[in-house]
């Protein structure tokens, strides 16, 4: 093993394969190489500072990128926390509505028999103007309510048009016959005075 100073390396090798006694020295009584070396050295250190902060400016940059997907991440959790919590009570009133749901399609279905029974025995002209089943139950009503007065009218006439059952009776006799027949009887009955 070689000793150790500063131009060898720990295998005795001098540095960059240069043997440090062939140089020679030039009039200013330096070894020519030197100058030129410390300016490269200078160059590469140069270079190596504007490497190391271009790697800092870097570093941060990446920093503040993941910094900030981070902060939009946690923003983007919250709200959809939030969204949960959302969609969580709109499941509850889902589940709260299901029975008042079926509820209500238990009681259309029977006020839809209700209605069909109540309009079978209707005349055929107003059995066109109920609405049919699709209806929603409570227009359907509504417009069987509306239509009521209108039977009672076609009711009433065809009574009328039936002999013996007209809504006001009338005489048998005209008003002047009647007035003739009760002059006839006062006079046979001595009471009337002519």
């Known amino acids: 093993m070689g000793t150790e100073n500063e131009n060898t390396t720990p295998n005795g090798q001098a540095p960059n394969g240069t043997d440090p006694q062939s140089q020679a020295l030039n009039s200013n009584g330096q070894a020519p190489q030197e100058t030129s070396n410390d ?19 870097h570093r941060r940059k990446n920093k503040e990128q993941e910094e900030s997907a981070q902060a939009a991440l946690e923003q983007q959790l919250k709200e959809q926390g939030q969204y949960k919590t959302l969609a969580e009570k709109h499941e509850a009133r889902v ?7 079926s509820r209500y399609d238990t009681l259309a279905g029977q006020v839809h028999s209700q ?24 227009e359907r009503l509504a ?52």
């Open 39 to 57: 300016s490269t050295l200078k160059a590469l250190q140069d270079q190596i500072a504007e490497l190391r902060r271009e790697n800092a400016a």
């Open 115 to 138: 209605i069909e029974t109540q309009v079978k025995d209707w005349p055929p002209e107003l059995k066109t103007l109920v609405p049919n089943r699709e209806t929603p139950v409570d």
């Open 95 to 101: 589940r709260e509505l299901e029975p008042i749901v």
């Open 143 to 194: 417009r069987v309510e509306q239509l009521k007065p209108l039977l009672e009218k076609l009711q009433l006439q065809a009574r009328a048009s039936q002999p013996g059952n007209a809504p006001n009776p009338r005489p048998s006799q005209p008003n002047g016959d009647m007035n003739t027949t009760y002059e006839q009887r006062l006079r046979a009955s001595g009471k009337y005075g002519a």
